[in-house]
């Protein structure tokens, strides 16, 4: 088992930023991809940003390009979203998840999640 636990959540206002952070313990895997998902009220949930375990592939969502940075501590076992220009549409909860393949965008391929943090952008 890995627990996925979320911080960094909370209100802030359009243009600002926010950094989201995801810790893993428990079974960790050898090599590992984590991502970042998310689900606003009424919507699916849907993929914003996946890194690979030496950090040189990064996927990101078209909406969140040159916004968010994804990164990764292995030594830490954390996974980090930096969230910059936010915008209102931007308001969801965030989930991280974790596979042991290479990255992929689709929820269906991770295998653990996080309970999720709350990002609210006010406009």
């Known amino acids: 088992q890995v627990q996925l636990v979320e911080s960094g959540g909370g209100l802030v206002q359009a243009g600002g930023s926010l950094r989201l952070s995801c810790a893993a313990s428990?079974?960790?895997?050898?090599?590992?991809?984590m991502g970042w998902f998310r689900q606003a009220p009424g919507k699916e949930r849907e993929f914003v940003a996946a890194?690979?375990?030496?950090?040189?592939?990064?996927n990101y969502a078209d909406f969140v390009k040159g916004r968010f940075t994804i990164s990764r501590d292995n030594a830490k076992n954390t996974v980090y979203l930096q969230m910059n220009s936010l915008k209102p549409e931007d308001t969801a909860v965030y989930y991280c998840?974790?596979?042991?393949?290479?990255?992929?965008?689709?929820?269906?391929?991770?295998?653990?999640w996080g309970q999720g943090t709350q990002v609210t952008v006010s406009s």
């Open positions: 998840a974790v596979r042991s393949y290479s990255t992929s965008t689709h929820s269906y391929d991770y295998d653990y």
């Open positions: 428990g079974r960790t895997f050898s090599s590992n991809t």
């Open positions: 890194i690979s375990w030496g950090g040189g592939v990064r």
